[in-house]
């Protein structure tokens, strides 16, 4: 019989500024909300105040070692730790601690269930075993069709394991009706943008997979072909760590001669005023996104989108040639080719003011449509239910419609 008041524990290596980082605090809200008790085991990072803001408990924890005898102890560790906090399941998001988690799960007879959050390269077999550990889970939540095809590709996963459940975003924290002018009025100004003068925003981290490269390439194009005006490109994003691809894209701007018009702005907390002050949107993504957040955040907060059309993006951007014109909320481009991202970066800028309001609209609806926070909550509640036979789903439901 499921308890009253189950016990969610879930591993992540730290809570920094991801997807998965930020999923991991609003599933732990979302189990608070219906009832249950939500412990995280991690390393600590910008999230962690949120976390315990929202009545989740952190527990310190060495979960992004990929040393294999720390691992080993960590399973031993969770142990102790489902044993103590009478844990009722365990959550993995991540590879690393995945394998301690799910040695830990089997162990102490508990369920297992992964998040399936990136793509993950696979060269060679070693490093396939390594990520198969998120395939080995009672429930696999795969974050796009995409996704869930991959797990399936890879590992042969029975379909009846894998729930699809797309990375939810807020509709009420990422409302251009509620943003200040005063606080996108503070970022142009940190920024040095001028007043009217548009901003083409690409927040990710600088990673060399993330297009950066490409993006100052095809500006360069706009800007020697005069279709680029008086607009200007922001790259939102820390480094973290990698300060020689940094310098690199540097360089780069310099060559072109795109000092003042290419600007990296390091880590933007303000990421709804930043989507709110920003004409368009970049996912210049190299690689595949197994999900790629930046671009529904852009889109309900009526900022038209580029992306690449690999991975998930294709799921979340409604695109020529497959929508219709007057249905579009965005553009899908060939990766790595700054010559198709120029060429839809300058449709974006010879967009009508009517025009840009109409795909605004559009992108918005499209969101809060079909990738809500509050859905995406609800059916991992599911997921959680389906295996302990809770009622953590109709608790937060009932909750938040009171």
């Known amino acids: 019989m499921a308890r ?7 591993i992540i290596p730290e809570l920094d500024t991801g997807g998965a980082e930020l999923s991991a605090v609003e599933i732990a809200q979302a189990t608070v909300e219906a009832g249950g008790r939500s412990l995280v ?23 992004a070692t990929k040393n294999p005898a720390r691992m080993a102890w960590n399973a031993v560790e969770i142990c102790r730790i489902i044993k103590k906090e009478n844990v009722d399941l365990v959550h993995a998001r991540s590879r690393a601690p995945g394998w301690s988690a799910f040695a830990a799960a089997r162990s102490s007879g508990v369920p297992f269930v992964t998040t399936y959050h990136g793509a993950y390269s696979e060269k060679g077999r070693i490093k396939k ?16 069709n995409y996704t869930a095809r991959l797990v399936q590709d890879r590992y042969g996963t029975e379909i009846d394991k894998i729930r ?3 990375r939810g ?4 924290q990422f409302d251009p009706a509620k943003i200040p002018k005063e606080r996108i009025a503070s970022l142009r100004a940190a920024w040095g943008v001028r007043d009217g003068q548009r901003i083409i925003l690409n927040a990710a981290r600088l990673t060399s997979w993330k297009g950066q490269s490409v993006i100052i390439e095809a500006t360069r194009i706009l800007r020697d072909s005069g279709q680029l005006g008086d607009a200007v490109v922001i790259l939102a994003g820390d480094a973290q760590g990698r300060s020689n691809y940094q310098a690199e894209l540097e360089n780069q701007i310099e060559r072109a001669g795109l000092t003042g018009i290419v600007k990296l702005v390091g880590h933007v907390r303000d990421m709804p005023s930043a989507f709110a002050t920003a004409y368009l949107s970049i996912v210049a993504s190299t ?11 852009a889109q ?8 690449t059309n690999i991975g998930a993006p294709p799921e979340t951007v409604l695109s020529q040639p497959k929508i219709l014109k007057e249905n579009t909320t965005g553009w899908l481009v060939a990766p790595a080719s700054g010559i198709d991202l120029a060429e839809a970066m300058a449709n974006a800028l010879e967009m009508t003011s009517e025009e840009h309001r109409l795909l605004a609209e559009r992108a918005r609806a499209h969101v809060l449509r079909s990738f809500t926070l ?7 509640l599911g997921v959680y239910d389906d295996l302990l036979g809770s009622q953590l789903y109709s608790r937060f439901a009932k909750h938040n419609a009171a």
């Open 287 to 297: 690689e595949p996104e197994a999900f790629g957040r930046a671009a529904t955040e």
């Open 164 to 166: 699809v459940i797309y």
């Open 374 to 380: 509050d859905a995406m909550k609800k059916q991992t």
């Open 129 to 144: 075993l390594y990520n198969s550990v998120m395939a080995r889970a009672d429930i696999v939540i795969a974050n796009s």
């Open 4 to 10: 009253a008041r189950p016990t969610i524990l879930q």
């Open 300 to 307: 309900v907060m009526g900022c038209p989108i580029i992306a």
């Open 41 to 63: 085991l991690t390393e600590g990072g910008r999230l962690a105040s949120r976390l315990a803001e929202v009545g989740g408990e952190l527990v310190f924890f060495a979960a």
């Open 169 to 172: 975003v807020s509709g009420d």
